[in-house]
């Protein structure tokens, strides 16, 4: 991954603040612009409530001011690399995430991000294409591949409940099925909604019970 330029990312997270105008001829926000940690901590606050509520312009502009003053801050990266995905705004979300620091590839909030990332590149599913893998799967229930394309492309569609559901069955039936394929796009799914999601505590017990019964 090619790390952005450093005056392109200045431009960016300026942008994204809404300092574009590049001269500060008032300093009088000056005191609070570098409020130091307790600051930082109430921005980003700010960001994953806007993220949360879907305001993602606001969680730009949060997690862009915290950039401006900690580059490289890896909540600030994530969380502006997630306004992004949620936007729809791929490209934007991975040169987002390359502001990051090397360190940072362990942390769950930008593997979380990452994840994420990887599963926005699986295409839309077409019109009907659910339906037809269905019907494949009502016709023969060993069709793995077909319920492997069925779980993509309900996540794909934004039933990520569904996915989890399908590949659950599918490591049930057959676990080495294609290199455990069905495992491994479980933990990318798990990945992306991280550890605490309730979604994913379930679905692990579930696959857990599986792997080991």
Known sequence: ??????????????????????????????DHHHGGPEHTAE????????LEAGDIEMAAQAYGHVLEDEPGNVQ??????????????????RAALAMAPPDAAQDEAIRAV???????????????????????????????????????ALDAGGNRD???????????????????????QLVTLFEAMGPTDPRTIEARRKLSGLLFS
């Open 114 to 152: 990452e994840a994420e990332l990887k599963l926005r590149e699986a295409p839309a599913p077409e019109s009907g294409e659910i339906a037809a893998l269905r019907a494949k799967l009502a016709a023969d229930a060993k069709d793995h591949q077909a319920r492997f394309d069925l779980a993509m």
């Open 162 to 184: 569904g996915a989890v559901d399908e590949l659950l069955e599918l490591v049930r039936r057959d676990r080495k099925w294609n290199e455990e394929a069905g495992r491994k």
């Open 43 to 50: 921005v980003l606050a700010v960001g994953a409530q806007a």
């Open 1 to 30: 991954m090619g790390a952005l330029p450093e005056s392109q990312v200045k431009a960016f997270v300026a942008g994204l603040a809404g300092g574009g105008d590049g001269h500060h001829g008032h300093d009088h926000d000056h």
């Open 76 to 93: 600030a990266v994530a969380g502006l690399a997630r306004a992004y995905l949620v936007g729809g705004d791929v490209e934007r979300a």
